[in-house]
């Protein structure tokens, strides 16, 4: 049984990895499967065994919650 928000299909736009969005938001990768498992996250894709995030997902996320970051 998952407890992600993970679906099967990635999108047709930029993806950033959970690695590469714990090097933009400077934290680990276990923090970011927390927020992930909470729904504190955007929406994430699964492609094989990795997490994917449309980028302009992300950015809008951090537009909208200026303190995302630091919340983390």
Known sequence: MTHSNATTEPPGKPLVTEAEL???????RRTLQRLRF????PESFRVGRKILYR???????EAASPNAREAC
């Open 22 to 28: 714990g090097v933009r938001w400077r934290v680990s």
């Open 55 to 61: 980028l302009d997902v992300i950015i809008a996320f």
């Open 38 to 41: 909470r729904g504190d996250l």
